[in-house]
């Protein structure tokens, strides 16, 4: 069974740097677009960053030219590099992927959490 593990989230002063990891593990033959997803206390999930399997990306405009998003698609990983962090970067950053198998399947993580500090 396909699953996406998310690591690197922790507590982080403003201006300071992490980096989040996304690894897809299980059978699927390959993975197109990957997404990072964040969901701070009282908001709605919002998109911060895709990437499609040709490399491409798109950005949240409240994270372009400081966040940068990645992908070994060869480890089956995404990752965001995550620079200039500010308070209210804080949230939980989960991660997405349409994984092609038999059938489409769109996972989702169970999240890793950013505080930053002020």
């Known amino acids: 069974q396909a699953q996406l593990v998310e690591s690197g989230g922790g507590l982080v002063q403003a201006g300071g740097s992490l980096r989040l990891s996304c690894a897809a593990s299980g059978s699927f033959f390959s993975i197109n677009v990957m997404g990072w997803y964040r969901q701070a206390p009282g908001k709605q999930r919002e998109l911060v960053a895709r990437?499609?399997?040709?490399?491409?990306?798109d950005y949240a405009d409240s994270v372009k030219g400081r966040f940068t998003i990645s992908r070994d698609n060869a480890k089956n990983t995404m990752y965001l590099q995550m620079n200039s962090l500010k308070p209210e970067d804080t949230a939980v950053y989960y991660c997405?992927?349409?994984?092609?198998?038999?059938?489409?399947?769109?996972?989702w993580g169970k999240g890793t959490l950013v505080t930053v500090s002020s």
């Open positions: 997405n992927a349409g994984l092609v198998s038999i059938k489409t399947l769109i996972l």
């Open positions: 990437i499609i399997s040709d490399g491409s990306t």
